[in-house]
C-alpha cells in the first residue's frame, strides 16, 4: 500500500497530509472571503450558522471524501467510477468546479502579489480605496498578475505533490497563525473598533427580517464552508487518494476544519473591527481585505514591513490552494487521458488562465457585462460556491449513504477495523439524512420564488 501511495507521489506521513489538506483548506477562503461574506451576511448571525455547519456539514462530508479517495486511489472523476458508474457525473462535477474556481481564485491570487510588491517598493499610498480601486479597474495590470499566479501554480504542480506543498505548509501556516493573531490584536485595539468587534460576535436578527434574507445567508454560510473547506468537489478526494493506510482519517477530518475555522475567525477579528474603526462598510465586498490592512498596517510600527510579511504568507496560503485545485484536474488528466503531468498541467492551467481573464476584467472595462445583476466574477463564484459545490456535496452524502454504503465507507475510515470508528452511526444519519436535507431546503427556498 505505501509503495501504491509513493508511485502517485503520495505524501510522506500523517503530518504531511495533515499540513497539506490544511494547506488546501486554508487559503483566500479565509483571508479574503470570510471576513467580507461575514460582513455582507450580518455578521454575528452568519458566523454562528457558519460554525454549525462546519460541523454537521464540513466535518462528516470531508471524512467521506478522504475514504472514497483512499480507498479507490484515484481522482475524483476515477474514484466514483470505480465504485458505481451511475456516480461518475459527481466526478465530473467536481472537476468542472475546479475550472470556474481556479479560474477567479488566481485574480485574487493576482491582487495579492500586486500587493507584496506595493510594499517591498515602499510605493507611498495616501488612499488606500482608491490605490485599490485604481488597480482592479486597470485592464492590463490585474490580468498580468493573474497570469503571473496562474503560472506559478503550475510549477508547483508540475514538480508534484509530495515535495512541493508539503514543505510549503509546513513553514507558512504557523507564521499564518501567529501573524493574523498579531494583526487581530492591533485591529481590535483601534479606537472605534469595538463596534466592529459587536458586529462581529453579537448577533443582531434587526437584518434578518423575511425568510428570503434568512435563505441568503443560509445559502452564503453553506456556500462558504464547502468553499473554505475545499469540499464536495473532489479536492479532498484527490488528496486522500495520495494516502497511506496508516493516516488516521477521523482525527484528520477533525483537525483540518478546525484550524481552517480558527484562521477564518482569526482573519475575522484582524478585518471586521478594523472596518468599523476607519469609517468601512462591512458590506463592502470583495476588495474589504485590500482596503482596510493597510490602514491596520499604517497605524502599526514597522508597518511597512509587516505589511510585505503578511501579503506574502496570504500567497502561500492562497497558493498551496491553488495548487489543490489544479492538482485535481491534473491528476484526473494523468490517470485517465494518459497525460504526462507537465503537459496536462500546462494545459488546463492555460484554459483556467483564459477563462480568469474575464474574471479579471469584471472588476473594470467588463464591469457591466451581468448575468442576473451579477458580474461575471460574482456569477462565477455563484456558480461554484453557491451551486456546484453543495450539489457535488449533496451527490456525494447520498452516494455514501445509500450506494457505495456506510459499512464500506467505514471499514476504509476505521482503516479496516484498527481505529474504532465511535461516530459512525452518527456518521451514517448525517450523511443518510441530515445533509442532505439541509442542502435541499437551503436549495429550494433559496432558489424556488417565495412569497
Ligand atoms: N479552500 C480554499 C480556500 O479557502 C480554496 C480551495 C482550494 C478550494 N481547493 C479547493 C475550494 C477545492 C473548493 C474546492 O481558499
Not at 55 to 70: N, S
Not at 373 to 386: A, E, H, P, Q
Request: glycine content about 10%; hydrophobic content about 55%; overall charge positive.
Amino acid at each position: 500500500m505505501k509503495n501504491e501511495a509513493k508511485k502517485r507521489g503520495g505524501f510522506t506521513s500523517s503530518l504531511g497530509f495533515i499540513l497539506a489538506a490544511t494547506g488546501s483548506a486554508v487559503g483566500l477562503g479565509n483571508l479574503w472571503k470570510f471576513p467580507y461574506i461575514a460582513g455582507e451576511g450580518g455578521g454575528a448571525i452568519f458566523v454562528l450558522i457558519y460554525l454549525f455547519f462546519v460541523l454537521v456539514l464540513g466535518v462528516p462530508i470531508m471524512l467521506g471524501e478522504m475514504a472514497i479517495g483512499r480507498k479507490t486511489k484515484l481522482n475524483p472523476i476515477g474514484a466514483y467510477h470505480k465504485l458505481n458508474k451511475k456516480f461518475t457525473f459527481i466526478g465530473v462535477i467536481g472537476v468542472v468546479c475546479a475550472f470556474i474556481i481556479l479560474s477567479y481564485y488566481s485574480v485574487i491570487g493576482g491582487w495579492v502579489l500586486k500587493y507584496i510588491t506595493t510594499y517591498v517598493t515602499n510605493t507611498h499610498v495616501t488612499d488606500a480605496s482608491a490605490y485599490f480601486k485604481n488597480f482592479i479597474q486597470s485592464p492590463v495590470e490585474p490580468v498580468i498578475w493573474h497570469i503571473v499566479f496562474m503560472a506559478l501554480t503550475c510549477i508547483i504542480v508540475i514538480g508534484g505533490v509530495a515535495k512541493g506543498i508539503e514543505r510549503a505548509s509546513k513553514i507558512m501556516l504557523p507564521l499564518l497563525f501567529i501573524f493574523i493573531i498579531i494583526i487581530a490584536i492591533r485591529s481590535v485595539t483601534l479606537p472605534g473598533a469595538m463596534e466592529g468587534v459587536k458586529y462581529f460576535v453579537i448577533p443582531n436578527f434587526s437584518h434578518i427580517d423575511s425568510i428570503s434574507e434568512i435563505s441568503k445567508v443560509l445559502l452564503a454560510a453553506m456556500g462558504q464552508v464547502f468553499f473554505s473547506l475545499s469540499l464536495g468537489m473532489g479536492a479532498i478526494i484527490t488528496y486522500g487518494s495520495y494516502l497511506n493506510k496508516e493516516v488516521n482519517l477521523q482525527k484528520s477530518a477533525f483537525i483540518i476544519p478546525t484550524l481552517d475555522t480558527l484562521v477564518a475567525v482569526l482573519a475575522g477579528f484582524a478585518i471586521l473591527p478594523a472596518v468599523f474603526a476607519f469609517g468601512f462598510k462591512p458590506t463592502a465586498g470583495p476588495g474589504l481585505l485590500f482596503e482596510t490592512l493597510p490602514k491596520v498596517f499604517e497605524s502599526m510600527p514597522f508597518g511597512v514591513i509587516f505589511g510585505v510579511l503578511f501579503f506574502v504568507l496570504v500567497f502561500f496560503a492562497a497558493i498551496t490552494s491553488s495548487v489543490s485545485l489544479l492538482e485535481v484536474v491534473t491528476s484526473y488528466c494523468i490517470d485517465n487521458l494518459k497525460m504526462k503531468r507537465a503537459t496536462a498541467s500546462i494545459i488546463i492551467a492555460s484554459i483556467m488562465t483564459i477563462i480568469g481573464i474575464f474574471a479579471a476584467l469584471s472588476f473594470g472595462p467588463l464591469a457591466d457585462v451581468k448575468f442576473f445583476g451579477n458580474t461575471i466574477f460574482d456569477l462565477m463564484s455563484f456558480v461554484s460556491d453557491k451551486l456546484l459545490m453543495p450539489l457535488g456535496g449533496f451527490f456525494m452524502c447520498i452516494f455514501v449513504g445509500y450506494i457505495w454504503g456506510i459499512d464500506n465507507a467505514s471499514e476504509e475510515i476505521s482503516n479496516d477495523g484498527s481505529i474504532r470508528f465511535r461516530w459512525k452511526k452518527l456518521f451514517s444519519i448525517i450523511m443518510k439524512y441530515i445533509a442532505p436535507a439541509i442542502i435541499l431546503v437551503i436549495f429550494i427556498t433559496s432558489f424556488l420564488p417565495t412569497k
